[in-house]
């Protein structure tokens, strides 16, 4: 299907033109992900109408990047399939190299330590206090000193465990969380 897909786009008499809008797109991708990436962790669902508004811009603004003056249902589809394969490919690699998960996804970041906000982390990851309340509430518990940690997790979420919970050993071994 991919070979189908790159004869018949590389076929056309404007091939050349076909490789600069997939060159173009795929630096228009990388920029993107990386400077997403660099806002935070946040799942769909905890998109503020800011983020929104942004990432509707940001199509727009990068459309000409991409494909220029070209508005042929050629120059769509090869900026779109090559969308798509990027995203495609970074999911993969993601999937089979540590380093790429850690550089893209990252990792699980404490942001709450025996009651006290950690205000710096809140503030790399761009968590406000009344975002930590919020899902403190969520989790049944009115005061943060009820709280022996929360975790921002990589999918966005926090997770709480509240300072009356019991402490629980597994048989596996982890990599311990540094608090510092």
Known sequence: ??????????????????????????????????????????????????????????????????????????????????????NRALAALIIRSARVQAVMVGGPRLIVHNGKMLRDRMAKEGISQEQVMAALREHGINDISMVQMAVLEVDGTISVVPSAAGTFRTRHHFRAMRIG
């Open 1 to 86: 299907m991919l070979h189908e897909w790159l004869a018949l786009v590389f076929s056309h008499p404007s091939a050349r033109g076909s490789l600069v809008i997939a060159g173009k797109t795929s630096l228009i991708y990388l920029f993107l992900i990386i400077g997403l990436r660099l806002l935070g962790k946040r799942e769909l669902g905890q998109m503020t109408i800011y983020d929104l508004v942004l990432i509707i811009i940001l199509a727009n603004a990068v459309q000409n990047a991409m494909v220029g003056s070209d508005t042929s249902l050629a120059g769509g589809i090869v900026a779109a399939g090559t969308l798509l394969l990027l």
